[in-house]
């Protein structure tokens, strides 16, 4: 199967501004940026989106949480934060590789568009 877009960053096919990675997940700035700070976290197992996880996924979809709220501090982001999953067409999701996006730098609104 053709590796996702996000497969070729985490295996360094495509470049990115990689600001973590282990052997778990990446994060890279993301290339359209919708807060001063937006960085993308994924999973290197190319997981489409969160509705096709399984419950075998539990520990990854922890760890990838966690790895989101430990890169947004070391991004200096104290005051706050958004974390976003997009799913499906509704849902905004562009890319069919399961992505939390951290957003901050700004106040965040609400609801969201
Ligand atoms: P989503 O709409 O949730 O699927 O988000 C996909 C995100 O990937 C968008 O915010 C895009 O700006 C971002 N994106 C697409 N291509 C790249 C790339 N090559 N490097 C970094 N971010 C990307």
Redesign the pocket.
């Known amino acids: 199967m053709e590796k996702t877009?996000f497969q070729k960053?985490c295996d360094k096919e495509?470049s990115?501004q990689v600001v973590y990675e282990d052997a778990d997940v990446v994060a890279?700035?993301?290339?359209?940026p919708?807060a001063p700070t937006?960085v993308?976290i994924v999973p290197r197992k190319p997981i489409a989106r969160i509705a096709e996880a399984d419950a075998g996924d539990a520990g990854l979809l922890g760890r990838l949480l966690l790895k989101a709220a430990e890169v947004a501090r070391t991004l200096g982001l104290e005051r706050g934060f958004r974390l976003?999953?997009?799913n499906g067409p509704d849902g905004?999701?562009?890319?069919p590789h399961l992505?939390v996006?951290i957003l901050g730098g700004r106040p965040m609104q609400w609801p969201p568009g």
């Open positions: 877009l960053i495509l990115a890279f700035r993301d290339i359209n919708q937006h993308l976003v999953v997009n905004g999701e562009a890319v992505h996006h």
